[in-house]
T-cell receptor, first 115, second 109 residues
Framework: DAGITQSPRHKVTETGTPVTLRCHQT?????MYWYRQDPGHGLRLIHY???????DKGEVSDGYSVSRSKTEDFLLTLESATSSQTSVYFC??????????????FGPGTRLTVL | GQNIDQPTEMTATEGAIVQINCTYQ??????LFWYQQHAGEAPTFLSY??LDGLEEKGRFSSFLSRSKGYSYLLLKELQMKDSASYLC??????????WGAGTKLIIKP
């Protein structure tokens, strides 16, 4: 299994509070991704990173920001959490999309509840 | 728009064979992935197809027809542990993965 951890694994917070989720990898993969997974929907990309300090928006980026100051760490921040952001959040990593190494490997997920 | 369709739920019997279909319409195509996801767990990689045809890996096989925008995952000799959701994802022209909503497979003894 790829070495990917996420913290916290579970979090309950209140509307309007800031929340930061952390993804840590030990594989030295260049690409890192944040997804959310909700019933009835496929995994939806929030943001991704293609290197240190290089990030871009995904399909559902509103209300979320990210930072990557080290290869191994990718942070997802909800500046002011809303109930619509209650979800399971997965981090994923891949080596080099487009170079025959597109496969993404996933962390264990963080279950976030916003009351 | 981009779209991945797969059945919401399927039921099969232990020891039998089941085929899970996936159809897609995406802006570009750079390969199709199948992942398995047990309840409460992370998706795990099963297979990758980029050329037409069948890829076999043990009890699991995956087929791709690019001209038809179609793939299937074939699971043989079903075991109770195969009860899970199976996710189809397509790598688009930007090498972003577009995900289907997943097919929940229920195995009955």
């Amino acid at each position: 299994d790829a070495g990917i951890t996420q913290s916290p694994r579970h979090k309950v917070t209140e509307t309007g509070t800031p929340v930061t989720l952390r993804c840590h990898q030990t594989e030295n993969h260049r690409y890192m991704y944040w997804y959310r997974q909700d019933p009835g929907h496929g995994l939806r990309l929030i943001h991704y990173s293609y290197g240190v300090k290089d990030t871009d928006k995904g399909e559902v980026s509103d209300g979320y920001s990210v930072s990557r100051s080290k290869t191994e760490d990718f942070l997802l921040t909800l500046e002011s959490a809303t109930s619509s952001q209650t979800s399971v959040y997965f981090c994923a990593i891949s080596e080099s999309p487009g170079q025959g190494t597109d496969t993404q490997y996933f962390g264990p997920g963080t279950r976030l509840t916003v009351l | 728009g981009q779209n991945i369709d797969q059945p919401t739920e399927m039921t099969a019997t232990e020891g039998a064979i089941v085929q899970i279909n996936c159809t897609y319409q995406t802006s570009g195509f750079n390969g199709l992935f199948w992942y398995q996801q047990h309840a409460g767990e992370a998706p795990t990689f099963l297979s990758y197809n980029v050329l037409d045809g069948l890829e076999e890996k043990g009890r699991f096989s995956s087929f791709l027809s690019r001209s038809k925008g179609y793939s299937y995952l074939l699971l043989k000799e079903l075991q109770m542990k195969d009860s899970a959701s199976y996710l189809c994802a397509v790598s688009d022209s930007n090498y972003q993965l577009i995900w289907g909503a997943g097919t929940k497979l229920i195995i009955k003894p």
